[in-house]
């Protein structure tokens, strides 16, 4: 018996630390904000999405547009948003990174609340009151809008019962039978965040979306940047004396001389390839049109150089991305509650 909840802690321990930086760092806060408001706070009215009050007290309400989407009813809200949580954010930090991971659901969370909130002041004002004393909590509106990312960059064809239904209709249709299996699901919520996906894939929130040089030199100055995924899907490899390996850092921004960034180039002997943190995060900024960065110069020639020295040298990028759905779930709760 002993050996077997070994066994079973010893698998949690594996699943845990597997899980991406950034989406690690969401889910522990989840749990946080369930403790606290378990055995501290258990006014989830404060921190829920509630138009009436954030319009009627738009100061004081400003935590709300945060706070509401780490907030949980219960556990078995917790389990279902986590486990679609775990996998979404999972394939979406490798492809953008832990920093700007963090980043985007901090602005998916707000624009959802914002998206909320002005539409359920205009159809208060076309009579239907339905959402204005509503309390919404949960980050399913940010998981709807990871789904919508992923089923328009990743676009397949579903066939069902000879009808050709694409995946960019898949969150729509994910919507509407959440909707019906769970009337006390948030629509808005959910409608807002597949919203959200949608401006984000279209390139509309690009304006408040950090600069790659920015993101680039936060990854390269966390102190555990060897823990966290990199903007391009790399990440950053750990010293070791053993090998003639070093760790791009710091003085890539500090330092002019090419030959010493070519220096910083990490190497992986066993498998004859090159990986340049950086290099696929290049590759985007490559194809855009506004013109290289000189550190992005730098390093795509030196790259270049060494690729060009090593036969059989090459770069990818693993993007495991799985556009499967996933469930709300929803418990009786105050009247007019809703659950993301």
Same mark, same amino acid.
Request: hydrophobic share 40%; with cysteine.
């Given at each position: ?17 597997? !899980? ?111 959402? !204005? ?6 980050? /399913? ?25 694409? /995946? ?40 408040? !979306? ?91 020639? /030196? ?6 020295? !090593? ?30």
């Amino acid at each position: 018996m002993d050996v077997d909840v070994k066994e079973a802690i010893d698998k949690i321990k594996k699943w845990f630390f597997s !899980m991406p930086f950034g989406t690690k760092t969401i889910f522990i806060s989840i749990l946080t904000f369930y403790i606290l408001k378990v055995f501290w706070v258990n006014e989830i009215e404060d921190t829920c999405i509630n138009p009436d009050i954030m319009w009627n007290h738009i100061i004081t309400s400003l935590p709300r547009y945060i706070l509401h989407s780490f907030i949980h009813a219960n556990v078995i809200h917790i389990i279902f948003n986590s486990i679609a949580l775990i996998h979404f954010s999972s394939n979406f930090e490798k492809d953008v990174g832990s920093v700007l991971l963090l980043y985007i659901v901090f602005v998916f969370t707000v624009l959802i609340a914002i998206f909320y909130s002005f539409t359920a002041k205009i159809l208060s004002i076309l009579f239907i009151d339905k959402w !204005m004393n509503s309390c919404t909590i949960g980050i /399913s509106g940010v998981l709807f809008a990871f789904i919508t990312i992923e089923s328009l960059q990743n676009e397949t064809i579903k066939y069902i019962r000879g009808i050709e239904i694409p /995946s960019k209709y898949n969150p729509l249709i994910l919507l509407v039978i959440t909707q019906l299996l769970w009337p006390k699901a948030s629509f808005l919520g959910h409608l807002g965040g597949i919203i959200v996906g949608y401006l984000y894939n279209l390139e509309l929130l690009d304006k408040i !979306m950090p600069e790659h040089d920015t993101i680039y030199s936060i990854e390269l100055k966390l102190n555990f940047s060897s823990m966290i995924n990199h903007l391009g899907g790399v990440q950053l490899p750990i010293y070791d004396d053993r090998n003639e390996y070093a760790q791009l850092n710091d003085d890539l921004f500090q330092s002019g001389d090419e030959e010493d960034i070519s220096a910083k180039l990490y190497f992986d002997d066993e498998n004859t390839s090159v990986r340049t943190p950086l290099v696929d995060a290049l590759k985007n900024e490559s194809s855009s049109s506004r013109p290289p960065s000189v550190i992005s110069t730098i390093l795509q020639n /030196s790259a270049d150089r060494t690729t060009s020295n !090593m036969p059989g040298a090459s770069t990818s990028t693993d993007t495991n991305i799985n556009p499967n759905t996933t469930t709300t779930t929803t418990n009786e709760a105050n009247t007019n509650n809703e659950l993301l």
